[in-house]
């Protein structure tokens, strides 16, 4: 003869769960059910998350940041054309909390992405939707089906149930974040350098003249700018870059020197490790090719050529850490701007010579976000209509670039210090 089990699950809700009621109001409700089956589970989950198909949301729904038709004058100095090293795909929720907004900085689409919520009631996020891919440089939203129904749901990481009904989203109190495993958007949750940066023209309108300082800031080297910003504030998440910087004159033959020609000390060298990372605003912009790069107060911008040369290590990097370490205070004195030969060596040392190094060994291990040029193809022919200047000769052959950076690769001595000293 068979029987069947039969359990009475009494399971207590707190009513702050509501996000109509305030906290100060909370009580305890009480949900009384009789469950007969076999598995003994309490309740039956009512809740599951949404699965959003970013390819089938209705058109217009979704907004591609940074298009090439796009004018300068739209992303000159605009809030919404703002975005942070360290949050460079996230999601918030609407002024209303009607809906969830994903903004994406991401130079490559990603992948199986999770927007989780965090429930303050039971200390666990909860998993709300999924996304099967967050477009490149995009911007969408849609409103979570959970909003208004009461839904009973597992609490993560533990056999309870809870009942929850919300009829909007609080973020103050019920935080977001994305989850997820694609390989790229780990390396941009690693970034923890908390620069905001934004676009600018400078003043530069079709009708400045020629030797006006600065140059158009059009999406074409906006986006390259994006990508030198991820790959900069990346390389100072990595373990090789910690290991430098406490290991300094050892791996590169001699002491960054500050600006009244003092060697740095230990404590200079984590003291400025942490402020490099610390918040800051940049100005990104372009300069005229009279010069290599403008920078200082926030200001940061380069010559046309860094926009492509970046990829390739040895070209770039020098302008990029330059004009940055302008932006930290630092002027021509010492080696932070300039590479300097330390008395009786004729080994280059400085900040500069380090940076381009260092990218150069983390590219070749494909330890960066970017390393691929074609990616976003600034050079190729097609693109030619949105650059005012023409490509240098020798970044239009991929096979002799290669060749070249590989010579570059051969003779570095950060490269050849860790290939005979390789960290675990």
Known sequence: MNYRKYIRFIVAVPACLCALLLPS??????????VYNDTEQPFEATFHPDTIRVGKLQTGSIRHLLDLNTPSTEIDNK?????????????????????????????KTVYKISVEMFLPEVNEYLPVAFLDSIPAFSRFGFRPSFLGNRSVCRVPNSNDFVSFEY???????RKLR??????????????????????????????SPATHNYREMSPIYAREWVVIVTNYAYMMTTPEYKYIMEHFSEVMGGELIDNDDKPFTMEKYLSEMERFKAPATFKLGRCNNSYAGLGGSGIWTVATWNFYGHYASFSGWDAIGHEFMHCMGYSHNGNMTYPAKPQGSDIDVGWTTFLWQLHLWLSHKGDLPYTDRNMLGFHKPENAKYRDEAIRGDFQDDAKLQQKIQEYYNSSRLVKYFKEHPLE
Request: glycine share 4%; proline share 3%; hydrophobic share 30%.
């Open 79 to 107: 809030p919404e054309y703002t975005f942070r090293s360290d949050e460079l795909i996230s999601v918030h929720a609407s002024d209303d909390g009607d809906s969830l907004y994903i903004t994406s900085w991401s130079a």
């Open 25 to 34: 109001s909370c009580s305890t409700e009480y949900e009384d059910r009789i």
């Open 178 to 207: 994305l989850t997820g495993d694609d390989e790229h958007f780990r390396m941009l949750s690693k970034i923890d350098a908390k620069w905001k940066c934004y676009f600018s023209n400078y003043g530069w309108t079709p009708e």
């Open 167 to 173: 009829q909007y989203i609080d973020e103050a109190r």
